[in-house]
């Protein structure tokens, strides 16, 4: 006889599992089940049957993956948990009982726990950790820009740490100019940088007084913020130690006090060619054991021996590195930049010392400053005000924009469209990427194909021959109804006149109407030829399975549908165009 199986051992009421059991299993609350789940990287799954999946019943709630519950059970994060609770509780009972000699001794040896080895577990490689860098940075700027909230889970410290984690990797993009991507939106600054080939993209909010909402729960906020504190360390870490940078940086506090911004770090190198040019600078000889100076005699000869045969590769090879190094100069390298103190100081700050530029702000945007305004090694001025109570002939004074869009055009653009008191042009993102029957601006098309000038200077029948040349299968009505009325009645008069010229010659009608026939036979083989294939692919597509037919319908209709939204803004393009 067969074994009877139980009920609920095997399928998705095996594969999944609702939280309730979960809390029953782990022996944990609610808010530490949460927290878990969140440091471990576990979230809610949706199954296909949500009734086998709860067991035959329909009730709403929330289904885990059974394996990871398992995990978790050994997961040592739990005991840290409940040792935190006891803790807790003996405290308020020392507190209780007024015994605060105690409560101080115990609050000295608050329990604590790291972080380290979840981030070990959930990336094990190092491109892994920079794939999912992006909330993590998002959340680091985010909290640096907040105000301290007393009674809430945003205290000075980790305000002050997410500040200096953010400066650490803001300075690791100006050294190895990887910064490719700036974008001005109403949320905020959007960035790119390339690190090791992968792209990161985050967003930095205005420096602007920050309002603290009331209906966001702090208390997850804070334990994502946790985590990527202990990410970002690990990352920043590596990331130094790659390009032979001192880790941590040196904070000078006076300098941090007076408002210097990302001048307050002192990053250094850990490459041994600079550490003795610093030595030597300071004054201080490094001193050279035997075994090196054993060494230095070896190779000596071999060094006597190329001075005085050199080799005519050797010159050629340190030609070309140098030719090389020349033309991969950074963008801003022959620029210095002053800014005004209109001007958002710190994003300018970044973007232009990743670029290569040397800058200078005014003294009410913070102390720290290399060059003062009436410096007269500043080529660029960037300044948000039409009119300037004293200008220097030797210098350009454009707006804040030309730099972003430099950095995006990945070149110096011309200064004349960006000049003080002008009308700026589109200020486009370099995230959109355009696909073929997407709607192009003419400014981005332009752009792409090296183009520099106003668009707006382009006269008006240029405009309309370009729109005129993409407008082809427009469903609808277009733009030039009244036009398009006008080309119908000349047609109609034209055949109207040539009908009564015929008459008057003497010419039989149907004489006349079999050239008029044997024009329009070829206008009917291409209709009759569309027609065929439209009717055959109306075939295909009946011949398909329901599941696939769907599918063509729905591809066929979003097709549709971006065509029309793309011909009606290429109509109202034309018409305010025409206006």
Same mark, same amino acid.
């Given at each position: 006889?067969?074994?009877?199986?139980?009920?609920?051992?095997?399928?998705?009421?095996?594969?999944?599992?609702?939280?309730?059991?979960?809390?029953?299993?782990?022996?944990?609350?609610?808010?530490?089940?949460?927290?878990?789940?969140?440091?471990?990287?576990?979230?809610?799954?949706?199954?296909?049957?949500?009734?086998?999946?709860?067991?035959?019943?329909?009730?709403?709630?929330?289904?885990?993956?059974?394996?990871?519950?398992?995990?978790? /059970?050994?997961?040592?994060?739990? *005991?840290?948990?409940? %040792?935190?609770?006891?803790? !807790? @509780?003996? =405290?308020?009972?020392? $507190?209780?009982?007024?015994?605060?000699?105690?409560?101080?001794?115990?609050?000295?040896?608050?329990?604590?726990?790291? /972080?380290?080895?979840?981030?070990? *577990?959930?990336?094990? %490689?190092?491109?892994?950790? !920079? @794939?999912? =860098?992006?909330?993590? $940075?998002?959340?680091?700027?985010?909290?640096?820009?907040?105000?301290?909230?007393?009674?809430?889970?945003?205290?000075?410290?980790?305000?002050?740490?997410?500040?200096?984690?953010?400066?650490?990797?803001?300075?690791?993009?100006?050294?190895?100019?990887? $910064?490719?991507?700036?974008?001005?939106?109403?949320?905020?600054?959007?960035?790119?940088?390339?690190?090791?080939?992968?792209?990161?993209?985050?967003?930095?909010?205005?420096?602007?007084?920050?309002?603290?909402?009331?209906?966001?729960?702090?208390?997850?906020?804070?334990?994502?913020?946790?985590?990527?504190?202990?990410?970002?360390?690990?990352?920043?870490?590596?990331?130094?130690?790659?390009?032979?940078?001192?880790?941590?940086?040196?904070?000078?506090?006076?300098?941090?006090?007076?408002?210097?911004?990302?001048?307050?770090?002192?990053?250094?190198?850990?490459?041994?060619?600079?550490?003795?040019?610093?030595?030597?600078?300071?004054?201080?000889?490094?001193?050279?054991?035997?075994?090196?100076?054993?060494?230095?005699?070896?190779?000596?000869?071999?060094?006597?021996?190329?001075?005085?045969?050199?080799?005519?590769?050797?010159?050629?090879?340190?030609?070309?590195?140098?030719?090389?190094?020349?033309?991969?100069?950074?963008?801003?390298?022959?620029?210095?930049?002053?800014?005004?103190?209109?001007?958002?100081?710190?994003?300018?700050?970044?973007?232009?010392?990743?670029?290569?530029?040397?800058?200078?702000?005014?003294?009410?945007?913070?102390?720290?400053?290399?060059?003062?305004?009436?410096?007269?090694?500043?080529?660029?001025?960037?300044?948000?005000?039409?009119?300037?109570?004293?200008?220097?002939?030797?210098?350009?004074?454009?707006?804040?924009?030309?730099?972003?869009?430099?950095?995006?055009?990945?070149?110096?653009?011309?200064?004349?469209?960006?000049?003080?008191?002008?009308?700026?042009?589109?200020?486009?993102?370099?995230?959109?990427?355009?696909?073929?029957?997407?709607?192009?601006?003419?400014?981005?098309?332009?752009?792409?194909?090296?183009?520099?000038?106003?668009?707006?200077?382009?006269?008006?029948?240029?405009?309309?021959?370009?729109?005129?040349?993409?407008?082809?299968?427009?469903?609808?009505?277009?733009?030039?109804?009244?036009?398009?009325?006008?080309?119908?009645?000349?047609?109609?008069?034209?055949?109207?006149?040539?009908?009564?010229?015929?008459?008057?010659?003497?010419?039989?009608?149907?004489?006349?109407?079999?050239?008029?026939?044997?024009?329009?036979?070829?206008?009917?083989?291409?209709?009759?030829?569309?027609?065929?294939?439209?009717?055959?692919?109306?075939?295909?597509?009946?011949?398909?399975?329901?599941?696939?037919?769907?599918?063509?319908?729905?591809?066929?209709?979003?097709?549709?549908?971006?065509?029309?939204?793309?011909?009606?803004?290429?109509?109202?393009?034309?018409?305010?165009?025409?206006?």
């Amino acid at each position: 006889m067969a074994k009877i199986k139980k009920k609920h051992t095997e399928g998705a009421s095996r594969t999944y599992t609702t939280r309730n059991r979960a809390l029953k299993k782990l022996q944990v609350s609610l808010q530490d089940f949460r927290r878990l789940c969140i440091l471990k990287g576990i979230y809610p799954v949706e199954p296909r049957s949500r009734k086998q999946a709860n067991r035959g019943s329909t009730k709403l709630t929330t289904f885990y993956y059974s394996r990871d519950i398992q995990l978790l /059970l050994s997961e040592p994060l739990i *005991e840290k948990f409940r %040792a935190h609770k006891v803790f !807790l @509780r003996k =405290l308020q009972h020392a $507190l209780g009982k007024d015994d605060l000699t105690r409560a101080r001794s115990m609050d000295t040896n608050r329990p604590t726990y790291t /972080l380290n080895h979840l981030v070990v *577990e959930r990336y094990p %490689a190092f491109a892994d950790a !920079l @794939r999912d =860098l992006d909330d993590g $940075l998002c959340m680091m700027f985010l909290f640096a820009t907040m105000p301290i909230i007393k009674g809430e889970l945003v205290t000075g410290d980790i305000v002050n740490e997410c500040r200096r984690l953010s400066t650490e990797f803001m300075h690791y993009v100006i050294h190895t100019r990887a $910064l490719r991507k700036v974008f001005l939106s109403i949320k905020g600054i959007y960035y790119q940088a390339e690190v090791q080939g992968q792209p990161i993209t985050w967003i930095v909010p205005y420096q602007f007084s920050q309002r603290v909402p009331t209906d966001v729960d702090f208390k997850v906020m804070a334990t994502f913020l946790q985590f990527y504190r202990t990410l970002m360390g690990f990352v920043n870490f590596r990331l130094f130690t790659t390009a032979n940078l001192a880790y941590p940086p040196h904070l000078d506090e006076a300098m941090d006090e007076s408002g210097v911004g990302l001048g307050s770090l002192k990053v250094e190198s850990q490459r041994i060619e600079d550490l003795i040019s610093a030595r030597e600078q300071d004054g201080e000889a490094p001193q050279v054991t035997d075994q090196q100076m054993a060494q230095r005699l070896q190779t000596l000869g071999s060094k006597l021996q190329t001075l005085v045969e050199p080799k005519e590769p050797a010159y050629e090879a340190v030609e070309a590195a140098d030719v090389e190094d020349a033309e991969g100069s950074p963008m801003f390298a022959n620029h210095v930049i002053f800014l005004s103190r209109e001007v958002p100081r710190h994003s300018l700050e970044f973007v232009l010392r990743a670029a290569g530029g040397r800058v200078g702000w005014d003294k009410a945007s913070g102390g720290g400053s290399a060059y003062a305004e009436n410096d007269r090694a500043i080529t660029v001025q960037i300044s948000d005000r039409p009119a300037q109570g004293h200008q220097y002939l030797d210098r350009t004074y454009v707006q804040p924009q030309w730099v972003y869009d430099s950095i995006n055009a990945g070149r110096v653009l011309d200064t004349e469209n960006y000049l003080v008191g002008q009308p700026l042009p589109a200020h486009l993102s370099p995230f959109v990427e355009y696909q073929d029957g997407d709607y192009v601006p003419q400014e981005a098309a332009l752009a792409a194909q090296g183009f520099e000038g106003e668009v707006t200077n382009l006269q008006p029948e240029d405009v309309d021959a370009e729109v005129s040349e993409h407008d082809d299968g427009v469903d609808g009505e277009s733009a030039d109804e009244s036009e398009a009325d006008d080309e119908v009645d000349a047609s109609i008069e034209k055949q109207y006149k040539t009908q009564l010229e015929a008459e008057r010659a003497g010419v039989p009608f149907s004489a006349y109407a079999a050239p008029a026939a044997d024009k329009g036979k070829k206008g009917r083989k291409v209709d009759r030829k569309a027609e065929e294939d439209a009717e055959r692919q109306k075939i295909a597509i009946s011949m398909l399975s329901s599941k696939k037919r769907k599918a063509v319908n729905r591809a066929n209709a979003e097709t549709y549908k971006r065509k029309k939204d793309v011909n009606a803004l290429k109509t109202r393009k034309a018409q305010l165009a025409k206006h």
